[in-house]
């Protein structure tokens, strides 16, 4: 994977304790450790969001909110962050099990960026065409 280009950190949030924001945290961490260039939806929320997703971890999909901050709001702004500044994304365990995730990945295809899988430390680039596969697999599953 190439370390000069800018990746978004893609994953599982809503409906998982803390909201993942431990496993995020974990792989930036690890990712800059290597020399990798991460924008984490973790960190883009202010102190006072954090703090308060980190303590109740609502699940914002099936319409709860954040100190006021709704599921949709966050979407479009790490949407827009993938289209407008980011040439990758980087997909953690679990990715295609999130709507949010999916989405990501849609918009990074439809982008043409690079993809990469994060496991224990480690990235593993993956084709466009492997991450099409589950991003349509679950699509169909939706409208079935």
């Known amino acids: 994977m190439d370390k000069d280009i ?7 949030m809503s409906g998982i304790d803390q909201h ?7 792989a930036t961490q690890s990712l800059r450790a290597e020399g990798y260039n991460i924008i984490s939806p973790a960190e883009l929320d202010g102190g006072a969001f954090r703090k308060e997703a980190m ?18 709001e966050l979407l479009s ?22 709507r949010g995730a999916r989405l990501e990945a849609y918009i990074g295809l439809a982008w043409g960026l690079k993809f990469g899988a994060y496991r224990n430390g480690n990235v593993v680039a993956l084709s466009n065409a492997f991450v099409a596969g589950f991003v349509a697999r679950e699509l169909i599953a939706v409208t079935t």
């Open 6 to 12: 800018k990746y978004y950190l893609a994953g599982p």
């Open 20 to 26: 993942n924001i431990p496993a995020f945290d974990e």
């Open 55 to 72: 303590k109740e971890s609502p699940d914002m999909a099936g319409g709860e909110t954040c100190l006021g901050h709704t599921y949709g």
């Open 77 to 98: 702004r790490d949407v827009q962050t993938i289209a407008d500044t980011c040439d990758g994304i980087i997909l953690l365990p679990d990715w295609h099990t999130s």
